[in-house]
């Protein structure tokens, strides 16, 4: 979060259960390098939080609202949050409010903490993530996932262990190939 002198702080208010269409979350975000580095979360704008946002705004008698985006008709709202970028991961909770090591992925549904702070250099309100509970996973992504269902009596192995880095490629000594 910005110095404390450049905020007006609101309070915070948790969500309603929303759609996830992009999240930052695993590890900081650092496309605009390292200095500004933050785990951050993209929602569906629903009616519901639409509203909330809105009576925000109009209670705080800022101009705008941080973070709403549209494309291709589809409203969207983005969090941001510094707070634990030295850990790698943002921590969520599940739906039992318990600490969990999964995070939020696109298509799962999660409840927002967040808060709201008016910015004084320009009179806009940015809404800060301070909290994630994960409602549901999307059964489509979830970590891990092969699409497969089980298959009862069959062969079971040890749980393999998810790698973020790539496997080694082998190097071939085969002419025939293209690359």
């Not at 404390?4 to 590890?27: G, M």
């Not at 909770?93 to 927002?112: C, P, Q």
Request: net charge neutral.
């Amino acid at each position: 979060m910005a110095n404390n002198s450049k905020l007006k702080k609101l309070p915070d208010f948790v969500t309603e259960t929303l759609e996830v269409k992009w999240s930052n979350l695993l590890k900081p975000d650092t496309a605009f390098g390292e200095a500004s580095a933050n785990h951050n979360i993209t929602v569906v704008l629903d009616k519901t939080l639409e509203k909330q946002l809105a009576d925000l705004l109009k209670k705080s008698g800022a101009k705008k609202i941080n973070g709403i985006y549209e494309k291709d008709g589809v409203k969207t709202f983005k969090a941001k949050s510094r707070v634990h970028v030295e850990n790698g991961k943002f921590p969520c909770v599940d739906s039992n409010a318990a600490a969990t090591d999964a995070v939020a992925f696109g298509g799962d549904k999660v409840r927002l903490r967040l808060a709201p702070a008016i910015l004084t250099r320009d009179n806009s309100v940015s809404v800060y993530l301070n909290g994630i509970q994960i409602v549901e996973k999307n059964t489509n992504n979830t970590t891990g996932g092969s699409g497969f269902g089980a298959v009862k009596g069959g062969f079971v192995g040890a749980t393999a262990t998810v790698s973020s880095t790539p496997a080694a490629i082998e190097e071939s000594e085969d002419e025939d190939l293209p690359f």
